[in-house]
């Protein structure tokens, strides 16, 4: 086997292990997010499909699986096509850069591969604000091809939150970027390591407990922004059932609407990624090292950090969930004046302080 | 703006009462909801379900074809045709009786209306049916209701008429009416 051979081979079985943890997530969360609104407003979620309705993503996939795909008349059916696939690839290939478990490499046949990460690229920052703004292309194609009303409308209001919001998160990011001084996502995660005071939402120095590069601010801006470009409650405005029916998938039914679907649920998981991975330290424990290492098991430290990973993600896709049964739908005057008026002046005046923090208290 | 209001704003003091509001119900989670084909609630006493013709304990319809239900009816569910029973003049009973249940609003007026109380409300709700002519219902289908949700049959009491009783041709083995 080709050394080139070998390298396809391992990418494309990370590829695969990467895309099914994802893909399980989704399902995993179309579930949590029925069952936990549902405990949320007193009542019991589904129930029938297997026990306590635990299957039921699993019938919903066979169900828009086997669903007649419906075309409107009028609309441009390349598009109409494209758009849904556009959505989902952009928000799986957002992971490839996210580090779900310890910079540590493995051996194969001669290759150094590293486990966790898909590809450690020293601009994954960049790549996934990138990829989130391509990510809007999908919805406004799908909104526009559809030659409905109601989902142009849709289409056009998420571009213009969007790119409001994504400024936003462009801007929050940058006070991290100043205090590790790198923009890959592993080495920003590394920069946390060894305890909790030591994440940037607290952000002491490397040798001190005192919060004097903190970035709670760029935090609550970054959550709040994640959650308006995921189109989520209470920013879902492109799908406001009240108003524009469906929004931008008005047309959409059978497996293109499963996709749109999907990718929401995906954008999700990879928000709450990128969030664990800036702000909450990523696979650092909120202690020094971990357990594992304590007790003498050095080779298995690596669950440990995947554990707590899964734990910070998990967090904020329930809260993403909690969210949605609390608030109502906002305005989208107040949604715009919230963006530009709130946000980013928070924003920019955390970039402000962070760049004087840090530069008369480097870190070490 | 306050002082006091301007903390609220910056904080998110109304979001995190709201949040603390959801968590609340999730964790004190007391579903108000019923799985329902699986579990049913309780029905009410005087609940007013599926309308049904009775008949005494020998077996005969009480229903005297007197059309005071047809009459009572506000949505002119019910029909009757009226008959004397063939051999004795002085007696009637409904020869067709249909029930169009479609329209019915159960409202119970014809249950009240009834003299001898030849009409019942059962407890029966899960009548749901493909074609709606089904819910059109004739007299067998309505006594058949009555025999499966009254087991418990009302005792014939004929009596004496008080005016043969006075004029002493009465039946010998007819008891006198109360007084």
Known sequence: ?364 | MTFKAWIRTITFYELVVGMKATMSHLLHYKPITMQYPHEKRALPDNYRGMLSLLRYDDGTEKCVGCDLCEAACPSRVIRVVSAEVPGEPTKRYSKEYYMDMTRCLFCGLCVDACPVDALGMTREYEWSVYDKRQLHLNKEQLLAIGDRSFPVREKQLELQHPNVAFFNVAFKHLPQKPD
């Open chain 1, 1 to 364: 086997m080709t050394e080139l051979g070998l390298r396809l081979a391992v990418s494309f079985v990370q590829i695969l292990a990467e895309m099914s943890i994802v893909m399980f997530t989704v399902a995993v969360m179309t579930l949590a997010e029925r069952k936990v609104l549902g405990w949320m407003q007193d009542r019991m979620g589904p129930m029938e499909v297997g026990p306590y309705g635990i299957l039921q993503p699993l019938a919903d996939g066979v169900k828009l699986f086997f669903k007649e795909d419906i075309v409107p008349a009028g609309a441009n059916k390349a598009m109409f096509a494209l758009a849904p696939m556009l959505t989902m690839v952009v928000s799986m290939i957002g992971f490839a850069v996210i580090p779900f478990g310890p910079d540590m490499t493995l051996d194969i046949g001669g290759l150094t591969i590293k486990p966790f990460v898909v590809a450690d690229i020293n601009i994954g920052i960049l790549y996934i604000l990138a990829i989130a703004s391509i990510g809007a292309y999908g919805i406004i194609l799908g909104g526009w091809s559809s030659n409905s009303k109601y989902s142009l409308l849709g289409g056009l209001r998420s571009a213009a939150q969007v790119i409001s919001y994504e400024l936003n998160v462009g801007l929050a990011i940058v006070g991290v970027l100043l205090l590790s001084g790198s923009l890959s996502l592993v080495e920003i995660t590394e920069a946390q390591a060894g305890g909790f005071w030591h994440w940037f939402v607290w952000g002491a120095r490397p040798d001190g407990f005192f919060p004097i590069h903190t970035q709670v601010f760029a935090f609550v801006v970054f959550v709040i922004a994640g959650v308006a470009e995921t189109n989520r409650i209470p920013f879902d405005l492109p799908e406001a059932e009240s108003e524009l029916v469906a929004g931008f998938f008005t047309e959409y039914s059978g497996m293109k609407f499963a996709f749109f679907v999907s990718a929401e649920y995906a954008s999700m998981v990879l928000v709450s990624c990128v969030a664990a991975a800036l702000f909450l330290g990523g696979w650092n424990a909120p202690y020094p090292g971990t357990i594992f290492e304590y007790i003498g098991f050095q080779q298995l430290a690596w669950i440990e950090h995947i554990v707590w990973f899964a734990a910070k993600v998990y967090f904020f896709l329930f809260m993403f969930i909690w969210l949605r049964a609390t608030l109502p739908r906002l305005r989208y005057d107040q949604l715009m004046r919230f963006g530009w008026k709130v946000l980013l002046p928070i924003a920019l005046a955390n970039i402000i302080i962070t760049a004087l923090t840090v530069y008369f208290f480097p870190r070490g």
